[in-house]
């Protein structure tokens, strides 16, 4: 067979293995500039809200093979905000996350399991304040738009878990948590 052949042969091959869907995996990092980690807790009469934006990371993504992924997110917990200044003083104490001491909160994937095409489960260990738990994210990931995917993640988490138990006449127990995260393409 001619050189030709076989040139034409692996491209072929070359582009049909790159397709969306193929089998194997695509890395991606966080968008450090639009990520963000929101969180929402009950109070009495009212709920208390925070974000952090201090989000990066990186993700492995397989969409003919969900399981093959994986996810690997570091928040910067000194980027946290509440919607006023006493209650982000606390949030930033030693009661709750003592971001002077732990100036980091860190995710690890250990599973992925679609629902659909678009909605997965993934499980894995979150370390807040140096106490590491595990935790299940319902996320859904949009596919690809200009190499770009969105993701959109939440769960559901008890404070307590993770050493915070400052205040519990009225701070629940449960803390509500969103992940907002544009996936870029890695280079």
Same mark, same amino acid.
């Given at each position: ?6 040139? !034409?042969? *692996?491209?072929?091959? &070359? ?5 969306? @869907? #193929?089998?194997?995996? $695509? ?52 980027? !946290?905000? *509440?919607?006023?200044? &006493? ?5 930033? @104490? #030693?009661?709750?996350? $003592? ?89």
């Amino acid at each position: 067979m001619s050189a030709h052949f076989h040139a !034409l042969f *692996a491209a072929a091959l &070359l582009g049909l293995l790159l397709q969306p @869907g #193929s089998a194997h995996a $695509a890395p991606y990092v966080f968008d450090s500039k639009r990520g963000e980690v929101l969180f929402a807790y009950s109070l009495p009469f009212s709920s208390g809200k925070g974000r952090f934006t201090g989000v990066t990371g990186k993700a492995e993504v397989n969409d003919a093979a969900p399981e093959k992924g994986n996810v690997d997110v570091v928040i910067d917990a000194r980027t !946290l905000r *509440a919607s006023d200044s &006493l209650s982000q003083s606390e949030l930033r @104490g #030693s009661s709750f996350f $003592a971001v002077a001491k732990y100036p980091t909160m860190h995710f690890k994937s250990r599973s992925i399991r679609a629902k659909s095409t678009s909605s997965y489960e993934i499980a894995g260990d979150m370390t807040v304040k140096g106490i590491t738990r595990p935790i299940v994210l319902h996320a859904e990931l949009q596919p690809p738009n200009g190499g770009a995917r969105q993701m959109r993640a939440t769960t559901r988490i008890r404070r307590s878990d993770f050493g915070m138990t400052a205040y519990g006449f009225l701070v629940g127990e449960t803390v509500d948590i969103e992940i907002r995260a544009p996936l870029i393409p890695a280079r």
